[in-house]
């Protein structure tokens, strides 16, 4: 099983839709969790970090339930910009710093 | 700007070659990360290093090794290159190891196909 689990997508909605994406964890001691925006032929880039209270950041928002081990990512009025994929990312345990980054899920916004 | 500079673009080498791949980081960082990117498996973590001369070993490091002679170089280096080892290269610094903060800076990466 993977450590991070994504649905590869892709996801296929017109601009002004509000799409959200799923994550699953399987360490339960992660404790920093994170999505990351990656362009077509480009690096990673940080979008937001996920808190356990939950976190906005203008048209995004992100989740976190502990209990069922799962990030959520949000996008209001999506924008032809937002078309990418999103990687969701945790650390790998309780003492370790690795980052552990899921295969992401792909977003095309279309007019 | 804060920039994290891997020295190639692409990169061609032949099987059993010994290939280098440079990074560089300009934001004093003391954390850096050699990834590799695949379709279907992500990014998996190589080597990373917490300070000069440290180096530990990520999820993969079978066929690699890494340098850090200074704060702000990282090099990966493939002992004989194998086919398989053709993938995205990424290059990563941080401030904080866990990613928090501003998160990792990733370089632009170097496209390796060995053949």
């Given at each position: 099983r993977k450590e991070v689990e994504q649905d590869?997508?892709?996801f296929n909605v017109p601009e002004g839709a509000t799409v959200a994406f799923n994550c699953t964890y399987?360490?339960?001691?992660?404790?920093s969790f994170f999505w990351y925006r990656q362009d077509c032929r480009k690096e990673p880039k940080l979008l937001m970090s996920v808190y356990s209270s939950g976190n906005e950041d203008g048209r995004f928002t992100a989740q976190l339930n502990r209990a069922s081990q799962y990030i959520s990512l949000l996008i209001r009025?999506?924008?032809?910009?937002?078309s990418a994929t999103y990687l969701c990312v945790v650390t790998s345990g309780a003492s370790s710093y690795k980052l552990i980054f899921g295969s992401g899920t792909r977003l095309l916004v279309r007019p | 700007d804060v920039k994290v500079t891997q020295s190639s673009r692409y990169l061609v080498k032949r099987t059993g070659e010994k290939v280098f791949l440079e990074c560089v980081q300009d934001?004093?960082?003391?954390n850096m990360f050699w990834y590799r990117q695949d379709p279907g498996l992500g990014l998996r973590l190589i080597y990373f290093s917490y300070d000069v001369k440290m180096k530990e070993k990520g999820d993969i490091p079978e066929g690699y090794s890494v340098s850090r002679e200074k704060k702000e170089r990282f090099s990966l280096i493939l002992e004989s290159a194998s086919t398989n080892q053709t993938s995205m290269y990424l290059c990563a610094s941080s401030l904080y190891a866990g990613g928090q903060g501003n998160g990792y800076t990733f370089g632009s990466g170097t496209r390796l196909t060995v053949v």
């Open positions: 590869p997508g892709p399987s360490n339960s001691a992660s404790q009025d999506s924008k032809l910009s937002d | 934001m004093d960082h003391e």
